[in-house]
């Protein structure tokens, strides 16, 4: 069989992958026995060695405990990537990319598709400065938010509904420059087809819906997918009755949000409060 050679240094998952397999072997295991053990397909195992799939909190724990390796494995998915994606959002991404409508809500930032590349590098390069991240994970994270971006410009092109709290405008992502050019950017959106921008304001109170963000996504058969996130986990929601739930508390949402108009018209003002702040 050939053995694809992986360098460690590369990706989160190669590094993964290579400790997989080292480990192993040093046992003379075969992925088929090592599968057995810990409750998978050796195919899976397969991919984690190669470094095509991403290990889970489970599948690491489950590791350590048949190599009896004490936490190795878990901390190699803590440190080596975890912070990159949320799990469970890759397969959101497949979603979104064949969505035919995205209704959005953000409360502490401008959504990531709305993004500017200086706004989401400076966003992205905090953690790196905290000691919490990795240049190469705040490097992958920014260039999977550009890359996400692109979507947005396929023919058709999907539409997008995004209500953003107003204290994720006047937060100062980068400085003065950096929010002056997002917040244009804003406006230009706010300003195309297919691309409804609402502002819901802090006077809204206790009225607004959601505590965190949430994603609905609606696929080309008509389904939905729905996205939540919170500070440490993001979660794929299909259950039918939770969705109308989230669909009914965005007609809310929107309900409390300033219109298309007054959106624009606000989101002027605090890039003008930046400009002369």
């Not at 899976?44 to 799939?53: F, N, P, T, V, W």
Request: charged share 25%; proline share 6%; hydrophobic share 35%.
């Amino acid at each position: 069989m050939n053995k694809r050679e992986l360098d460690p240094p590369t990706s989160p998952a190669a590094e993964f992958g290579v400790l997989l397999r080292t480990s192993r072997e040093q046992r003379g295991w075969t992925q088929e026995h090592l599968a057995e053990l810990i409750g998978c397909t050796s195919s899976y195992i397969s991919a984690l060695e190669h470094g095509r799939r991403k290990p889970s909190q489970q599948i690491s724990t489950a590791l350590d405990r048949v190599f009896g390796s004490g936490e190795r494995f878990l901390r190699e998915w803590s440190t080596s990537g975890r912070r990159v994606l949320f799990e469970g959002f890759d397969e959101y991404l497949r979603n979104e990319a064949k969505a035919i409508a995205l209704r959005l809500f953000e409360i502490n930032l401008v959504p990531s598709l709305l993004q500017t590349p200086e706004y989401s590098r400076v966003f992205q390069e905090a953690p790196v400065l905290r000691g919490i991240a990795t240049r190469q994970q705040a490097d992958e994270r920014t260039e999977k938010v550009l890359l996400r971006q692109q979507s947005l410009a396929r023919d058709p092109a999907p539409h997008v509904q995004v209500v953003i709290d107003e204290g994720a405008l006047r937060r100062p992502i980068g400085g003065r420059d950096v929010m002056v050019a997002q917040l244009r950017h804003l406006e230009a959106l706010a300003a195309r087809p297919r691309f409804l921008v609402q502002v819901c304001p802090t006077a809204a109170g206790e009225n607004r819906p959601f505590g965190h963000p949430i994603t609905l996504l609606t696929m080309p058969n008509r389904s939905i997918v729905g996205y939540g996130e919170t500070q440490r986990r993001g979660y794929l929601e299909r259950d039918p009755e939770t969705l109308a739930e989230w669909a009914s508390e965005y007609d809310h949402l929107q309900a409390e949000a300033l219109s298309r108009a007054a959106s624009i018209e606000f989101i002027r003002n605090v890039r003008k409060g930046f400009e002369h702040g």
